[in-house]
Nanobody, 118 residues
């Protein structure tokens, strides 16, 4: 079992910055993908950014150049540095961990609210 604990969500003004953190604990494999998704009411959860344990990254087009995902593999922690925030970034942000060993495992954090005021 894996637990994900997010922190860092807040109310911020448009143009501001925010850093989200997600610490993973439990039975974590050495090869995995950690990432951030976001969801607004009435819409599907969407990928924001993900980073493999090997360092490969993937970003949603809407956040490229504004958000940066990083990891501390020794601490099993993933970060999302968000800058130039806009009201359209307002959402609940969820941490995610994917790993596989014969079968796939997919874990979610409880979510942290990010609200960007105009």
């Amino acid at each position: 079992q894996v637990q994900l604990v997010e922190s860092g969500g807040a109310l911020v003004q448009a143009g501001g910055s925010l850093r989200l953190s997600c610490a993973a604990s439990g039975n974590i494999f050495s090869i995995n993908v950690m990432g951030w998704y976001r969801q607004v009411p009435g819409k599907e959860r969407e990928l924001v950014a993900a980073r493999t344990s090997g360092g490969t990254t993937n970003y949603a087009d809407s956040v490229k150049g504004r958000f940066t995902i990083s990891r501390d593999n020794a601490k099993n922690t993933v970060y999302l540095q968000m800058s130039s925030l806009t009201p359209e970034d307002t959402a609940v942000y969820f941490c995610n961990l994917k790993q596989a060993m014969g079968i796939s495992f997919n874990y979610w954090g409880q979510g942290t609210q990010v609200t960007v005021s105009s």
